[in-house]
């Protein structure tokens, strides 16, 4: 059978960098790697297939020989002191590459099930007083059928290419490294007659239901973990947990900035200038807000210990109110009259006295026409 060629192996072009190598060989390796697939001997080859596409490309002698040669150019002792494909530089491939996705070379047998994520969207009073909600994630969990083992009978044979030790010993060259049982996944044992509700695999996919309880005080991106209600791991390991993320809704009314909260506070503009005692709404019910007379639109008032008192922090945060004065809307006639003659007093120099930001942003306009025609 004909070898494919290399650069179809990869998925990549011939004129690729060696970082595109490394990154396609990582895909590679991600998805066909045997801890991946216990037991899948067609995923085996393909990785095989990769690692061999990647020891060439990567070293660029045997680069040059194959664009020039093909495959025939490590047939029949071609290739130099290389001696094939097999002979790359094993630091890199099993240090670098292998470091970089699983955590290092050799293991002592299969990992753990895989961590969950969920994402818990609260609205803003949720997350600030706490609540316990039910969620219901897809995950693996083990087959009660066969008690997580993978065996209709429960009996598990020692894997004849480990001798039950999980791992194997490989020969690359002068070197000699340890590596997970392709075998047997790194279980040691075999199945011989699966369990038929799981074909073997010792667990299942299921719609699993929790209570989670979200402790009072967190924020968006905080992250609460469920240890152990993650997937179930291949029979003989321990199961993933389960991250559940927060993400908390917009209000309508505040808007939260750590453990503080800030929100808009309208009030017409009789209330600005002669003054007032209005209520504001805040997490625990209204209080009152007193505004001094003359207050310009846009400043800031501090309630203090009215904001939020985190997962982290001691003593609450303060509110911050912002008054906004309205122009008023849907005037009567009286209303509008008023209002003229109100207006009407506002002439002169002396006007200017009554409206400060205004006098300011005059002055400022003066100035500017000035530097213009000087």
């Known amino acids: 059978m004909s070898k494919r060629d290399y650069y179809e192996v990869l998925g990549v072009q011939r004129n690729a960098s060696d970082e595109?190598?490394?990154?396609?060989?990582?895909?590679?390796?991600?998805?066909?790697?045997?801890?991946?697939?216990?037991?899948?001997?067609?995923?085996?080859?393909?990785?095989?297939?990769?690692?061999?596409?990647?020891e060439v490309l990567s070293d660029a002698t045997?680069?040059?020989?194959?664009?020039?040669?093909?495959?025939?150019?490590?047939e029949h002792g071609m290739g130099g002191g290389g001696g094939g494909p097999g002979y790359a530089d094993v630091n890199d491939i099993f240090g670098d590459i292998f470091g970089n996705i699983f955590g290092g070379g050799a293991r002592g047998g299969p990992r753990r099930g895989a961590d969950v994520g969920y994402v818990m969207e609260l609205d803003l009073e949720e997350a600030?007083?706490?609540?316990?909600?039910?969620?219901?994630?897809?995950?693996?969990?083990?087959?009660?059928?066969c008690n997580g083992s993978g065996s209709e009978d429960g009996q598990l044979d020692t894997c004849g290419t480990c001798h039950g030790r999980g791992q194997v010993r490989m020969q690359r060259g002068i070197f000699q490294m340890q590596q997970t049982c392709p075998h047997c996944g790194g279980r040691g044992k075999i199945i011989k007659n699966p369990c038929k509700p799981c074909m073997g695999a010792g667990r299942l996919e299921e719609?699993?239901?929790?209570?989670?309880?979200?402790?009072?005080?967190?924020?968006?991106?905080?992250?609460?973990?469920?240890?152990?209600?993650?997937?179930?791991?291949?029979?003989?390991?321990?199961p993933g947990d389960l991250y559940v993320e927060v993400r908390v809704r917009p209000?309508?009314?505040?808007e939260r900035d750590g453990d503080d909260l800030h929100c808009e506070v309208p009030i017409r503009i009789s209330q600005a200038a002669l003054g007032d005692t209005i209520r504001v709404p805040t997490l625990d019910g209204e209080v009152e807000l007193r505004i001094p007379f003359e207050t310009q639109s846009g400043k800031v008032f501090r309630l203090r210990d009215k904001g939020v008192k985190s997962v982290r922090s001691r003593a609450p945060g303060?509110?911050?109110?912002?008054?906004?004065?309205?122009?008023?809307?849907?005037?009567?006639v009286e209303q509008r009259e008023l209002l003229e003659k109100f207006e009407a007093t506002f002439v002169g120099e002396g006007a200017r006295k009554h409206s400060p930001k205004s006098s300011t942003f005059l002055d400022g306009v003066k100035g500017f026409w000035d530097r213009m025609v000087s």
Request: glycine fraction near 8%; charged fraction near 30%.
């Open 318 to 332: 303060d509110l911050y109110c912002k008054v906004v004065v309205e122009t008023p809307i849907n005037l009567t």
């Open 62 to 74: 045997k680069r040059r020989q194959y664009d020039t040669h093909g495959h025939a150019a490590f």
């Open 251 to 254: 209000h309508e009314i505040f």
């Open 207 to 238: 719609e699993k239901i929790l209570s989670v309880k979200i402790p009072a005080g967190v924020d968006n991106g905080d992250r609460i973990r469920l240890t152990g209600e993650g997937e179930a791991g291949p029979a003989g390991t321990p």
């Open 20 to 54: 595109d190598l490394k990154k396609a060989y990582r895909r590679c390796a991600m998805k066909y790697h045997p801890d991946r697939n216990p037991g899948d001997h067609s995923a085996e080859a393909s990785f095989k297939e990769c690692k061999e596409a990647y």
């Open 128 to 145: 600030v007083a706490g609540i316990e909600k039910r969620i219901e994630i897809p995950t693996l969990v083990s087959c009660q059928h």
